[in-house]
């Protein structure tokens, strides 16, 4: 993930924000997108666009949380200048007309700026327009003497009374005078976009810091739960955890890492001298070169979790992979593990994929043989039983693993 991380749609398509700014460009902002995105380590998030409605909009103190890890943040236009109007004290940056209405309390309804619109697949393209947008297009008709006041009074009364998706200038223009429409066509104004244009060329700039003075998050039992664990390539994880399988150290590792996720959002924390004191235990036990990627904040936050550490198991299934990855890095293996799913995949990558069997001159067989091995069992177990012995979720998955594994053993090492 780049540098800089930008939300947005549909105030501006995403290629267009690609020409303005070198970003990652990530779909409108919806709760825990912000800690996610965190786990990259960006330095700057701008929001512009954000859900919300049938999906959970994005959360105050996922932002407090970038802020106190010395990410900047910088909101406008649409979900973007609500938050950042929001969290200004706290050393959120916003940019543009709307944010500077809603932080002067000229704006207090979240559906000004509220528009619907299609999906990932269109592009997000709006299909209703924003009352913000609304409100500037009627006063510059007012200003160009399109409409008169009353005329513009009571296209802005009807917008206001429709409920957001249905805002669209056909059903506004019956109230216009003739004319109007035929002005529309060039003279709508579109606020939200000038705004996102605005605060993607105050990032260009160089214009948007953190803040000087980060506030403090109190760490929650939600934001423990939420907090983001790896920041590895999905593919490169996905290749460290099938050499951990095909180790045979899963099972271990998924139960130390799932009292881990149970001690984050159950446990007791140290802070102050107390946590600095389990760092340093940390840095006495764990070898350095499994503790380097990690900043001040991060380190402590290992140290606070492993402080908290409880011999107890909760449904955390789906959390493991992260939780694996951070309780390699507590025993120290995590460099030698990740250099030799590294050396896999790029192995495989250089020779073309996952290959079949008779490519390396075996059956599957033979392959399934191997895989047996590696659990400790008979060469002719069923496969579902070989799976299940080494944590693998199914056969085809473990098959795959093994291929991979079994390429890079004949050629990688060449």
Same mark, same amino acid.
């Given at each position: ?7 947005? =749609?549909?105030?501006? /398509? ?8 070198? *970003? ?5 902002? %919806? ?10 380590? $960006? ?31 910088? =909101? ?21 007309? +709307? ?34 947008? +609304? ?16 005329? =513009? ?23 216009? /005078? $003739? ?77 130390? *890492? ?13 802070? =102050? ?24 904040? %991060? ?15 909760? *449904? ?5 992979? %992260? ?31 996952? /290959? ?59």
């Amino acid at each position: 993930m780049a540098e800089i991380v930008v939300f947005v =749609g549909p105030t501006l /398509p995403a290629d267009e924000v690609g020409r303005r700014l070198d *970003a990652e460009v990530l779909p409108p902002v %919806a709760q825990g997108d912000v800690l996610r995105a965190l786990a990259a380590r $960006p330095r700057l998030l701008a929001i512009i666009d954000g859900v919300y409605e049938r999906v959970p909009a994005v959360w105050h103190k996922e932002i407090l949380y970038a802020l106190e890890r010395g990410v900047a943040v910088a =909101g406008a236009a649409s979900m973007g200048a609500l938050r950042a109007a929001e969290l200004a004290p706290f050393g959120m940056v916003g940019v543009g007309e +709307i944010y500077r209405s809603v932080r002067d309390g000229q704006l207090t309804d979240d559906d000004e700026v509220a528009v619907a619109h299609l999906g990932p697949d269109d592009g997000h393209r709006p299909v209703s327009e924003a009352m913000v947008n +609304i409100r500037a297009t009627v006063a510059a008709a007012v200003a160009d003497g399109v409409l008169g006041p009353q005329a =513009g009074d009571r296209i802005l009364t009807a917008a206001k009374r429709l409920h957001y998706p249905h805002r669209r200038w056909p059903a506004l223009l019956p109230l216009a /005078p $003739p004319g109007f429409a035929t002005w529309l066509k060039t003279g709508r104004r579109d606020v939200k976009a000038a705004d996102a244009r605005a605060l993607l060329d105050l990032i260009a700039g160089g214009g948007v810091h953190p803040p000087a003075v980060p506030p403090r998050v109190e760490r929650t039992e939600h934001l423990q739960l939420a907090r983001p664990a790896s920041a590895l390539d999905p593919a490169v994880e996905a290749d460290l955890l099938d050499g951990v399988h095909l180790d045979g150290d899963y099972p271990d590792l998924a139960q130390a *890492a799932t009292l881990r996720l149970v001690a984050v959002g159950t446990g007791p924390r140290p802070t =102050g001298g107390a946590r600095a004191e389990w760092v340093d235990r940390l840095r006495e036990h764990v070898p350095a070169d499994a503790l380097a990627d990690l900043d001040a904040d %991060a380190l402590g936050e290992l140290a606070a979790d492993q402080a908290a550490l409880v011999h107890t198991c909760a *449904a955390v299934e789906d959390r493991l992979p %992260a939780a694996i990855i951070d309780t390699l890095r507590l025993w120290g293996q995590l460099p030698g593990r990740l250099a030799r799913a590294r050396d896999v995949a790029a192995c495989c990558e250089r020779l073309g994929g996952t /290959p079949e069997p008779a490519a390396l001159g075996l059956t599957d067989a033979d392959v399934w043989s191997w895989c047996a091995g590696r659990a400790g069992l008979p060469p002719d177990s069923p496969a579902d039983v070989v799976a299940d012995a080494l944590g693998v979720p199914d056969p085809d998955r473990l098959r795959r693993a093994a291929l991979r594994h079994l390429l890079y053993e004949k050629e990688g090492r060449q």
